[in-house]
């Protein structure tokens, strides 16, 4: 399994999404551990396993067992996150104000240095679609040094991905449906 094995699996049509994860993988605004794990958290954040798993098997060796964990809990606890905060923001009433009363320490230790574990956040945020949350770890990656280039490869990262994900769960849903 490989990023190259993942883009063969794609048709013809998704030839943009072929060009656009090798162009990707290849980024160089983001050092090799902030890429890597934003490719696996995006991959988990897209719940398809077949993406989830040529992701691992490319990106997961660049990183150390720490960082893959903390990547992975990213996407575990934005996955929560993103729920959560997405009402709180749409529901009018007085959510915003109430304490949230849900577990988040790994955000405050999260094995690694604390901007690649916001960028992560960011990316899956992005994939789960919640602004609420895209604008407060925005917020913070920016307020710490990171520049909107590194912020647009890490969105960037995350559609390509939740799009290869959504490309292959409906070619595989054709496939039954023949």
Request: glycine share 6%; with cysteine; proline share 3%.
């Amino acid at each position: 399994m490989s990023l190259d094995a993942l883009r063969s699996m794609l048709p013809e049509y998704a030839k943009d999404l072929k060009l656009n994860l090798g162009t990707l993988a290849a980024e160089t605004v983001l050092n090799q551990q902030q890429l890597a794990g934003t490719f696996v958290a995006s991959a988990l954040a897209a719940r398809n396993a077949v993406v989830t798993q040529h992701i691992l098997a490319e990106f997961g060796p660049k990183l150390s067992p720490e960082a893959l964990t903390a990547a992975k809990a990213a996407a575990s606890i934005m996955g929560m996150n993103n729920i959560y905060y997405r009402f709180t923001h749409m529901v009018v009433g007085d959510y915003p104000t109430m304490p949230a009363k849900l577990r988040m320490n790994v955000m405050a230790r999260p094995g690694v240095d604390k901007m690649d574990f916001e960028l992560w956040s960011l990316a899956v945020s992005a994939v789960n679609g919640c602004g609420m949350c895209m604008e407060s770890h925005e917020k913070v990656v920016r307020q710490h040094g990171m520049t909107q280039e590194q912020v647009q490869a890490a969105v960037r990262i995350a559609a390509v991905l939740h799009a290869t994900a959504a490309t292959l769960d409906g070619e595989a849903a054709l496939a039954q449906a023949a």
